[in-house]
Each structure stands twice: as C-alpha cells, then as structure tokens.
C-alpha cells in the first residue's frame, strides 16, 4: 500500500496529545491501556503508524547517550529498533572505498542488513538502556615513501536492550600502493579492494548486516578500485581493460526505513524510487586514467550516505566522505597528496506503542 494511502484506510478518531511526551493511554473496551513512557535521544517524533492504526514514538540518537524507561505502560512493552554502526574509510590512491557500518533492524514488514531475517523486537521495563554511536572510520593519507595504508574501519554502535545490539563498523579501502595487501577490510559491510601486481577481493561483509565489497582493478593498468558494500547490496567491481576506460566500483545501496514516520526528512537519504529514508551505503571507489576527458571515472556512492569515489588524473581534493549519520562508507581518492574520504557516523534509532489501534 502506497504512503499516500495510509491515511485513508478507515475512519479514526483524531489523536490528541501529539508530541506533549510520556505515555498516552487510550481506552479501549473499558481499559486504559497505557504505552511505554521513556526519555532519551537527540529527537524524538511521534506519528500515526498506519496502516496498523496504531501511534508511535521514535526516539533517534545520533550521539551516544540512554533511553531511560520510567514506566513500562500495558501494551506490551515491545521496541523496534535500527541499529547502524560507523562507515569505514576510503582509500586514497585510485583504490577502494569504505564499506557501510552494518545495519541491524526489527521494525515490522522491513528488512535488517546483508538479506538476513529480520529481528525480534525486545520487550523493556522501567531501566536505563544506554546507547553507543560509532564513529566513521578515517580515509587513507599519505604514508612514508609515498606509500599509503588501507582505509581505517568504522566503529561499532550498540544499543544495550535486554539483549544487547551491536552494529559492526564498516571495512575500510585497500591501497594501491600495498603490494600484497590489495584486499579490502572486512566489516559490517566490507571495503572495496584495490590491485598492484594481482587483483584485490572485496572485504567481506557481516551475516545480517551487509554485504561485501568489490573487487580491485582486474590488471596492473587499471588504476581503480572496488566500491564499498552496502546494507543492501555488494560494492561493484572495478572494470576496464586498462587505464583509459577503467571504472572505480559503485557502493552498494543501503536499507530504507520508516522507523522515524513516513514525513520524516531530517535523517537518512532520500531513494527517488522507494519510501522511508536510506541509510549504511557504501562509498564509490576513486579512479585515475590517462585520458582527458576521462572514460572512465569515480564510482558512485550508494544511495543511504556512501561518499563518491573521485576521477582523475588531475587531484583536486580528497575523497568525499560518508553522510554523518547514516553509517555511510567513504569514497576512494586517485593520488598520494591526498587523503580518502572518512566513513559516516552511525545512528540509533527505536520506536514503540503509546496509543493502540481502535
């Protein structure tokens, strides 16, 4: 059912009380059903969840910090949550990108990361659940003796429910100019690989987190890199047969949510053929060829905050980073003077009940 739709599935009684915070309740066959109430987060929304009828609150960290449950209400109890860890960092010289931070979910009729199952929400009481954001992962800069290292991965975010939810940080780029350590980094989602003397695999991703990274250039010549995985896709491969026509690897695209209400504009990135908002893409791989105009050129960043890889042969600036906040991997530079671009910071965002359905 289209979002445009929700709103006329049947007839309902206007809520009342919107945003005022704490619990509402509602009574319903003689009961006064009451929802959670809960304080913590850098926002925090409340909407009319249909089409189940139900109104929720979202509460959304992007900073570390708690929610503190000061009453547990009698609808159950139940948290949603999206759970999505720091980006890794691209690489610098016409090398990988950083993958995605992982993204773990349970909200209801949407997907978790890497085409895993999705998970079970998590019933809370009155206590404090604390919150941890991971941050990106830096991008590569210039080493000794014009050498680089790989990308640094991303940080973890772990929201600690009854059973603690870790995210893992995204996989940083490999180097170009690493010879036996063209792979990418494994991670949430896993970093793009470069080549020297041989091709570079992918790092690769976590289970029901995300997906791997793309391969290296396929020969010497091709001075390009893999592109980073993402929440919802792999990272692509490198192509070209040389330096005049090869290609930096696209990231992988990430996961949409609703988590935060369907008019929600503030966090995430917009995907022009879905709903919710997108988040843990994987950054576009750099890219340095020859000619000029290029053929070739920068990998594209996946939608849900990957940075986009840079095209060369002239270096103009570093690598574009990962969106902060949506745990999105770093885009691949093309040359030692600079530096790849860092990954995105994660995010943490849960929802429950606070007036039932009618």
Not at 111 to 135: C, H, K, R, W
Not at 245 to 260: H, R
Not at 261 to 273: A, K, M, Q, R, V
Request: include cysteine; glycine fraction near 32%.
């Amino acid at each position: 059912m289209s979002i445009e739709n929700w709103w006329h599935k049947k007839e309902k009684p206007l809520w009342g009380l919107l945003g005022m915070g704490g619990g509402n309740s509602q009574v319903k066959g003689g009961v006064a059903d009451s929802g959670i109430e809960a304080t913590g987060g850098n926002a925090t929304v409340d909407y009319p969840g249909a089409p189940d009828g139900n109104k929720y609150r979202c509460h959304i960290w992007t900073g570390s910090g708690s929610l503190v449950v000061s009453d547990a209400g009698t609808l159950g109890a139940a948290v949603e949550y999206v759970v999505v860890a720091g980006g890794g960092g691209g690489s610098n010289q016409h090398s990988g990108a950083g993958g995605a931070g992982g993204y773990r979910s349970s909200v209801s009729g949407e997907n978790t990361g890497g085409g895993g199952s999705l998970e079970s929400s998590q019933t809370v009481s009155a206590a404090t659940y604390p919150v941890t954001i991971g941050g990106g992962g830096a991008g590569s800069t210039p080493g000794p003796n014009g050498g680089s290292p790989a990308g640094s991965n991303g940080n973890t975010s772990t929201f600690a429910l009854p059973s603690s939810v870790s995210s893992t940080g995204g996989g940083g780029g490999a180097n170009w100019s690493s010879p036996g350590d063209t792979n990418g980094r494994p991670g949430g989602c896993g970093g793009g690989a470069s080549s020297h003397s041989s091709q570079g695999t992918g790092g690769s991703g976590t289970s029901g987190q995300g997906y791997a990274g793309g391969n290296g250039s396929p020969g010497p010549l091709c001075h390009s890199g893999g592109g980073g995985g993402g929440g919802g896709a792999v990272g692509t491969n490198a192509t070209g047969t040389d330096s005049f026509d090869a290609k930096g690897g696209n990231g992988g695209i990430g996961v949409g949510t609703l988590i935060a209400g369907p008019t929600n504009t503030s966090y995430g990135e917009t995907n022009p053929t879905s709903p919710g908002r997108w988040f843990a893409g994987g950054g576009g791989a750099g890219w340095y060829g020859d000619d000029w105009p290029p053929t070739g050129g920068g990998g594209f960043g996946g939608i849900g905050g990957g940075g986009q890889g840079l095209k060369g042969p002239q270096p103009t600036s570093s690598g574009n980073p990962g969106t902060t906040n949506t745990g999105g991997g770093g885009g691949g530079a093309i040359w030692v003077p600079n530096s790849g671009g860092a990954g995105g910071s994660g995010i943490v965002m849960c929802r429950y009940i606070i007036t039932p359905d009618q």
